[in-house]
């Protein structure tokens, strides 16, 4: 049984211009130990994927799926209380800005032995030691003395690194993670990539990583679905993602980004034509057609579901070897 | 009070912080479906106009307000009678609803027997003039020293905040109440004292908002194309800052209505027998035990338009939410 | 063309004073500690390091913004420092990481590209003639002349504030993180609008970045900097070849490239 589940992942928000249907039937699923990097740029719905995961879209938002389970418990069903009792415990969340989830008026401590305690009945010399810990796992040096400080008197690095100490502290079994290192330094990026790798090993962490970052995804992720317009339009193992993509759009996002060493200095970079289609209103056929050099009218109202190896499923009505030509 | 406009006007932008808004999560920075030809500007209005018609405090402030400045602009041939002609065989005469009132005095008379209705009508331009005067002469103080401390920080920032404190220090109402007493009270007097008292919500507010904008890359890029300063602060700075001004204005502005009044009911402000709001109820207090109309109309008119200007002010801050926009 | 220093800082310093709060003495913090550098007419001088080594002050400090505690910025042999404000806009003009902050959310678009012909006082009927030229040069649709920037998408708001940076034809344009904060497709297509400007008007740059892949792809010099100085500064080619300080090679190692066999970069960090 895999650890979290989600098929058929719908979210609609009504809007005065009509209903924008920001995720339009999304499925994936997480096994433990194992890192699933969700790709795609702003817009294509895979912050609001994330978040609806853990119960946190926002009020307007109208969620709704087939299935939506983690670890055999069905999500759709939870009231509030069941949410808290769930999410730092089993199910965590780290996001981009860490001051939205730091309290200006708690000390790094009190926050981090307050998740802890919220979950375990124990004292709080102990909730402390585990801080302690944690800052440490995450590369904070002098942690001890950082138990004292506000998050206003931390770097923006290290406030990040506290964020993701507190989604770590309660030792969940699924961490989700939005765009946690975008804002970081390369070198404060790998240590939080690096301990996460470690987790994921070692305690059999399963990781949903939502990034924009392909770089990032082809080093981390263990497996790749790539999103388009509120759809996941491929998804594969990272080295058949990366050696073979079959999706026009993934092919296009790969040779967008300049690559030390394999990309000419200088020569244009392969840039992908025209916007994202409006998510207003119903789609027909595929989303990507407008930007696709390989698009014919068939695309207007087919979309074909194809696979290239059993793991490896894409959305296209063409072969990689027809669009490619 | 400073520090509750304060409040009011950085709890929209908390506002904005909130972790998950729906726009912040779904706005793509390539927006779905570029914007078409011509109905790119019109857009943006349309959504103002549009959450306008949907705000009911706006709505009803903006028609009360309208309809209070065309009353009293059209005084002259709304009003039944002259507000000055007495008639002391006609005096106290209770509004039409009472049981001996009449329509030859819509709103009764006072106790020189002048025209309640006619003097209402005329009243409205002495607290439309000493508001929106008042206002402006301390929009004009407030604004330029809170811009300029926002605005270049240090010793500017240092010396406003100084003034602002001892203008805090003084008891408004005491210093106008000695000015007035000491220069003699008129129009022109009340209007300038209270300009030149009001202004210290300007400045803390118009403070803090420049200073909110001040490090923005927009305000470096018109310096990098070698705009003067002046023309950052008027041209950059000022249209970003104005819907904090708006919100400050109607708020004193009917703060400069109630002070007149009070000054004139102390028989400080304006002087009779100019018909002016406070002034009416300052002259009928000796009635107001068997006839409490006589203070009770010109404080339902006074109440109206203080309660329209704060609508109408709230209303446009919600509507324009300069902050939500950019 | 090419040979000709166009810009040449010597020994930039710049130190802030930090108040240390109520009671307590003010701190020095040196943001930028005695770096020199040059760039030839026609270059591409990209600044990289990590958050808080000065780069940003350090670009700043070219573009006539900021002034340096000690040192000079001149161009073609004239300081920064002896240039009227309008002279050196017309030389020198920037482009900022943010457009969703670069561009004054209460003008129009056609008024913000022609805010620096305006201030160089040009009649507005030929602001309106450049403006257009402009926006077509860079891609923009003129439809779009009459919207404000919250109606943009961010890579047509980059866009924007490109054309306001070239309008004055200025020789240098110094662009600070100019995709960072786009998406990886905009990130290339603005990445391509500025090759090809540069090689179309002759333009410099300055190119500050945090991302190396990007400056390995357009710049022809690189300057490494580390707690406000130069720890490195080469030809491009050489540096990706062979960097010579420990600090440049781990920047170098850091980078993320889409190559999946290669798993996480194992290199030794700094302690926090």
Not at chain 1, 39 to 68: F, N, R
Not at chain 2, 38 to 56: G, L, Q
């Amino acid at each position: 049984m895999s650890l979290l589940n989600v098929r058929n992942l719908r979210i609609d928000i009504p809007g005065p211009r009509g209903t924008l249907h920001a995720v339009r039937g999304v499925g994936f699923h997480v096994e433990k130990g194992e890192t699933l990097c969700i790709v795609g740029e702003s817009g294509c719905g895979k912050s609001l994927t994330s978040h609806a995961l853990l119960g946190l879209s926002p009020k307007i938002a109208q969620v709704e799926a087939d299935q939506l389970s983690f670890d055999g418990t069905d999500l759709r069903q939870l009231r509030e209380r069941e949410w808290q009792s769930l999410r730092g415990k089993r199910m965590s969340m780290i996001f981009q800005d860490p001051m939205t989830s730091l309290n200006p008026s708690f000390t790094i401590g009190s926050m981090l032995e307050e998740v802890y305690l919220r979950h375990h009945r124990v004292g709080r010399a102990q909730a402390r030691a585990r801080a302690v810990d944690m800052l440490k796992k995450v590369g904070i040096g002098n942690a001890e003395e950082r138990l004292s400080q506000y998050p206003h008197q931390l770097s923006g690095g290290l406030r990040q690194r506290v964020m993701i100490a507190m989604g770590l502290i309660c030792g969940p079994d699924l961490l989700i993670a939005d765009e946690p290192t975008t804002a970081l330094d390369v070198n404060i990026q790998l240590q939080i990539l690096r301990l996460l790798q470690d987790l994921k090993q070692d305690m059999g962490l399963g990781i949903l990583f939502v990034t924009h970052d392909l770089g990032l995804v082809a080093r981390f992720a263990d497996r790749v679905a790539v999103m388009y317009a509120g759809r996941i339009v491929e998804t594969a193992p990272v080295a058949e993602l990366f050696a073979r993509p079959c999706h026009p759009y993934t092919r296009a996002l790969i040779n967008c980004i300049p690559v030390p060493g394999r990309t000419r200095p200088g020569a244009p970079l392969g840039a992908i034509p025209g916007v994202v289609p409006s998510l207003v209103g119903t789609q027909t056929g595929c989303a990507f057609r407008d930007r696709c050099a390989a698009a014919s009218p068939v695309c207007a109202h087919a979309l074909d579901r194809r696979t290239d190896t059993p793991a490896h499923a894409y959305e296209c009505n063409f072969t990689p070897e027809e669009t490619a030509a | 009070m400073a520090f509750w406009i304060r409040a009011c006007v950085s709890s929209d932008r908390l506002q904005m912080k909130e972790p998950m808004t729906a726009t912040e999560i779904i706005a793509p920075s390539d927006a779905p479906g570029a914007p078409d030809a011509k109905t790119v500007p019109e857009r943006a209005r349309s959504d103002t106009w549009r959450r306008a018609a949907s705000h009911p405090g706006l709505l009803i402030g903006a028609a009360l307000v309208l309809a209070i400045f065309v009353m009293a602009l059209l005084a002259p041939v709304l009003a039944p009678r002259d507000p000055y002609s007495q008639d002391l065989t006609a005096r106290l005469i209770p509004p039409v609803w009472a049981t001996d009132g009449s329509w030859s005095h819509p709103l009764g008379t006072d106790a020189l027997g002048r025209d309640y209705l006619s003097r209402i009508l005329y009243g409205a331009r002495i607290s439309l003039l000493i508001g929106f005067g008042a206002t402006a002469i301390a929009a004009v103080i407030g604004t330029t020293m809170g811009v300029l401390a926002g605005y270049f920080g240090g010793k500017a920032d240092f010396i406003v905040s100084f003034v602002v404190n001892v203008r805090l220090a003084l008891p408004a109402m005491l210093v106008a109440l000695v000015v007035v007493a000491l220069v003699g009270g008129s129009l022109t007097v009340v209007i300038w004292t209270l300009g030149l008292l009001v202004w210290d919500r300007f400045a803390v507010v118009m403070r803090a908002a420049t200073q909110q904008i001040r490090t923005l890359d927009y305000l470096s890029a018109a310096r990098a194309a070698g705009a003067s300063v002046p023309r950052i602060l008027l041209s950059e700075v000022m249209p970003n800052v104005m819907g904090a001004l708006i919100v400050v204005a109607t708020l004193e502005i009917a703060q400069a209505i109630l002070f007149e009044a009070a000054l004139s009911f102390l028989g400080l402000g304006v002087q009779p027998p100019t018909p002016s709001w406070g002034l009416m109820i300052s002259e009928g207090k000796s009635h107001m035990f068997f006839r409490p109309w006589v203070i009770a109309i010109p404080g339902a008119a006074l109440f109206v338009l203080v309660l329209a200007i704060n609508l109408l002010g709230d209303g446009i801050r919600d509507v324009t939410a300069p902050e939500g926009r950019a | 063309m090419t040979g000709e220093v166009l810009l040449s800082a010597q020994d930039i310093r710049r130190d802030f004073s930090v108040s240390g709060g109520f009671g307590k003495r003010a701190r020095i913090v040196q943001a930028v500690r005695g770096v020199s550098l040059h760039v030839k007419r026609g270059g591409v001088l990209g600044i990289v390091g990590e958050s808080g080594c000065g780069k940003s002050t350090l670009a700043k400090i070219l573009l006539g913004l900021d002034t340096p505690t000690s040192g000079e910025v001149s161009l073609r042999g004239k300081s920064l420092a002896d240039m009227s404000r309008k002279e050196r806009a017309s030389q020198i003009q920037p482009i900022f990481q943010d457009p969703y902050l670069s561009l004054n959310p209460r003008k129009r678009i056609d008024t913000i590209i022609g805010l620096p012909l305006r201030v160089a006082g040009v009649p507005e009927r030929e602001i309106r003639k450049q403006v257009r030229d402009m926006m077509d040069l860079t891609g923009l649709p003129t439809r779009l002349a009459g919207a404000y920037p919250s109606q943009m998408s961010g890579g047509q708001r980059q866009r924007v504030a490109i054309a306001r940076a070239l309008i004055s034809r200025p020789e240098l344009v110094v662009c600070d993180e100019p995709t960072s904060a786009l998406d990886v497709s905009i990130q290339a297509q603005i990445l391509n609008l500025l090759q090809d400007l540069r090689r179309e008007l002759g333009l410099t740059y300055v190119l500050i970045s945090h991302n190396l892949a990007v400056v390995e792809h357009i710049a022809t010099d690189v300057l490494v900097m580390n707690h406000g100085e130069a720890v490195e500064y080469r030809p491009t080619a050489e540096l990706f070849a062979a960097p010579q300080s420990d600090y440049t090679a781990m920047l170098l190692a850091s980078i993320l490239t889409p190559e999946p066999e290669k798993g996480l970069p194992d290199i030794t960090l700094p302690a926090a």
